[in-house]
């Protein structure tokens, strides 16, 4: 984890049986922003950002689908700037 603005950054992979469906994409999404209030944890949906870098073209539409209509951040980073930013 690395540290962003004095707060931590945690970063949890989440495994799909079909990178391709796009349905599947958007339910684990969303149980990723449901779940927030029953783990142990002081995150709110706003702490959380889906990141759909280096996702499939399904995978990418999933999390559109779970984050647009909630107003949840979802963020892609440009791969040219890959490896230099800090």
């Known amino acids: 984890s690395e540290s962003f603005n004095?707060?931590?950054?945690?970063?949890?992979e989440i495994k799909l049986n079909?990178?391709?469906?796009?349905?599947?994409?958007a339910q684990k999404v969303?149980?990723?922003y449901q779940s927030l209030d029953t783990i142990e944890s002081?995150?709110?949906p706003v702490d959380?950002?889906?990141?759909?870098?280096g996702g499939t073209s399904a995978m990418t539409g999933g999390m559109i689908?779970?984050?647009?209509n909630e107003n949840r951040t979802?963020?892609?980073v440009n791969?040219?700037?890959?490896g230099k930013m800090s």
Do not use: F, P
Not at 79 to 82: C, F
């Open 6 to 12: 004095g707060r931590e950054i945690i970063c949890e």
């Open 79 to 82: 791969q040219k700037y890959r």
């Open 18 to 25: 079909n990178e391709n469906d796009i349905s599947e994409m």
């Open 74 to 76: 979802i963020e892609y």
């Open 65 to 68: 689908m779970a984050t647009l």
């Open 48 to 53: 959380v950002i889906s990141n759909y870098t």
């Open 30 to 32: 969303s149980r990723i």
């Open 42 to 44: 002081n995150l709110k």
